[in-house]
T-cell receptor, first 114, second 108 residues
Framework: DAGVTQSPTHLIKTRGQHVTLRCSPI?????VSWYQQVLGQGPQFIFQ???????GRGNFPDRFSARQFPNYSSELNVNALLLGDSALYLC?????????????FGPGTRLTVT | GQQVMQIPQYQHVQEGEDFTTYCNSS?????IQWYKQRPGGHPVFLIQ?????EVKKQKRLTFQFGEAKKNSSLHITATQTTDVGTYFC????????FGKGTLLTVNP
């Protein structure tokens, strides 16, 4: 079975632009979570979606938004990019409605904002 | 909000030495998860602990969950070069909060 897939793998944007990152969960997984990982830090929770509904939101500004589609894939959108948004964006899928069970991470999207 | 602290931040060992990383939460956790991230890679799930005082072993790795469900540890016996990477603990209530991780390097 295919694991979690994310696209694109790398992205370079300039300040003020917006970006859309995509994630496809493992087949059968209905929960998708998004994390931001800055170099040298642990992943920081951004959003969780389960069955197309937002189940949790981390401490991120409203410039960050996400959605989940009927096939359980997900998009993360970031508007008005700042230099500080440069990071590895990880998507994780799991079986359960909350994050109380194993998270399967994708390879991530490396976003560079210049 | 919930905070998860991990120590040490870095650990360099000679191959064959033991290694331990500690994780402490500011709040009681429903469970704790441990992940390993190789350089340039993504976090990979190692184990989940749920019960107070729980101890689990995976070959050379031993995981413990504290009695108060606020701390945890990962111990690796006789490290190997394949153990290199950053080890993260993630404390879960309704969302997963990760520590900053412990970067383990192993000198062959």
């Amino acid at each position: 079975d295919a694991g979690v897939t994310q696209s694109p793998t790398h992205l370079i944007k300039t300040r003020g632009q917006h970006v859309t990152l995509r994630c496809s969960p493992i087949s059968g997984h209905k929960s998708v979570s998004w994390y931001q990982q800055v170099l040298g830090q642990g992943p920081q929770f951004i959003f969780q979606y389960y069955e197309k509904e937002e189940r949790g939101r981390g401490n991120f500004p409203d410039r960050f938004s996400a959605r989940q589609f009927p096939n359980y894939s997900s998009e993360l959108n970031v508007n008005a990019l700042l230099l500080g948004d440069s990071a590895l964006y990880l998507c994780a899928s799991s079986l359960t409605r909350d994050n109380s069970y194993e998270q399967y991470f994708g390879p991530g999207t490396r976003l560079t904002v210049t | 909000g919930q905070q998860v602290m991990q120590i040490p931040q870095y650990q360099h060992v000679q191959e064959g030495e033991d290694f331990t990383t500690y994780c402490n939460s500011s709040t009681t956790l429903s469970n704790i998860q441990w992940y390993k991230q190789r350089p340039g890679g993504h976090p990979v799930f190692l184990i989940q602990l749920v019960k107070s005082g729980e101890v689990k072993k995976q070959k050379r790795l031993t995981f413990q969950f504290g009695e108060a469900k606020k701390n945890s540890s990962l111990h690796i016996t006789a490290t190997q070069t394949t153990d290199v990477g950053t080890y993260f603990c993630g404390g879960s209530n309704y969302k997963l909060t990760f520590g900053k991780g412990t970067l383990l390097t192993v000198n062959p």
